[in-house]
């Protein structure tokens, strides 16, 4: 498939997919057109047997994303955005995908940017990330899920401080706000994606997704609630060939082979 505003490739081999914001001169912000062909991509790999995760990046270093186009967005009107749905429409593809996704910020990811990079399951940043909400300086709120997976994500007051004074945080604080899960040296940010994707898509797939479900879980519903999902996952898990193999794998001293097609 080609397109303009995005590069994507995959790796048949270890199973992963790359998809590559570009639109570096405008900082990556995320267009309706840019939003549109990220979600067709999505929706490829996802049904694409070999793809066993997906990494998500933005092109030039100086931003993931910049957020939603701001010069696009300024002459959109009330009903425009009742009607399309702005905003969700398009977006919560990323959020639905069931195939793991890890988005590799280095630079900014503001407002949707940084909503997009929360709709991933996992963010590694470069040390020169920043992360903010900053949609407050135009008078506008987060629109694509920030004011509730911030919060959700690094809790009420510091999702407040963001949303509110329109601050960013560094990659260090990111890191011990559980935002992101791995903070190293910027010109190391893609072999580290790429390389937890490969370990990610190295494992069983159908096991993958069930865990993804299952974590996601936790941020939808009461904790019995999701104990209880999380119980009845692994309840079913036994009835797949690849838990049956590696158990008995691990039994035969041997490495596990996946039905991975
Ligand atoms: N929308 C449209 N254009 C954007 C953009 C955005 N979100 N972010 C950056 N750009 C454009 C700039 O307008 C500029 O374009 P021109 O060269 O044509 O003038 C180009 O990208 C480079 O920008 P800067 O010169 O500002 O680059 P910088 O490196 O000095 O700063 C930045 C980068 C900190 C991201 C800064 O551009 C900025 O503050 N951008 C806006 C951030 C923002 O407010 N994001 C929230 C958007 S609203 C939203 O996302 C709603 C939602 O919840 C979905």
């Known amino acids: 498939m080609s397109y303009k505003l995005i590069e994507t490739n995959l790796d048949e081999v270890t199973g992963v997919a790359s998809i590559v914001l570009n639109r570096p001169e405008q900082r990556n912000a995320l267009s309706s057109e840019l939003m549109t062909e ?13 793809v066993g995760c997906i990494v998500i990046s933005g ?30 429409a398009n977006w919560e593809r990323v ?23 929360m709709m991933c399951d996992i963010i590694v940043a470069g040390e020169n990330a920043k992360f903010g909400q900053p949609e407050i300086n135009l008078a506008l709120l987060p629109g694509a899920g920030g004011t509730q997976r911030l919060t959700r994500f690094i809790g009420k007051s510091t999702a407040m401080d963001m949303c509110l004074t329109g601050r960013m945080l560094t990659a260090a604080e990111a890191l011990s706000l559980g935002l992101v899960s791995r903070v190293v040296p910027t010109d190391e940010l893609m ?22 479900e299952a974590v996601n879980t936790a941020y939808e ?41």
């Open 191 to 212: 072999d580290l994606a790429l390389d937890m994707a490969k370990t990610i898509a190295s494992k069983s797939r159908m096991t993958a997704m069930m865990v993804k």
């Open 59 to 88: 092109k030039g270093g100086k931003a993931f994303a910049g957020g939603a186009d701001i010069k696009e967005m300024a002459g959109r009107t009330y009903s425009q955005n009742y009607k399309d749905n702005f905003i969700t």
């Open 221 to 261: 519903t009461s904790l019995s609630q999701g104990v209880l999902f999380e119980r009845r996952a692994f309840h079913s898990v036994f009835a797949t060939g690849d838990a049956k193999e590696g158990m008995t794998a691990f039994t035969e001293n041997r490495p596990p082979r996946w039905d991975n097609k």
């Open 95 to 117: 959020a639905q995908c069931r195939k793991p996704t890890i988005a590799a910020v280095s630079g900014y990811a503001l407002g949707g940017g940084c909503e997009l990079a």
């Open 38 to 50: 990220l979600s067709e991509a999505i929706e490829h790999f996802e049904g694409l047997p070999v």
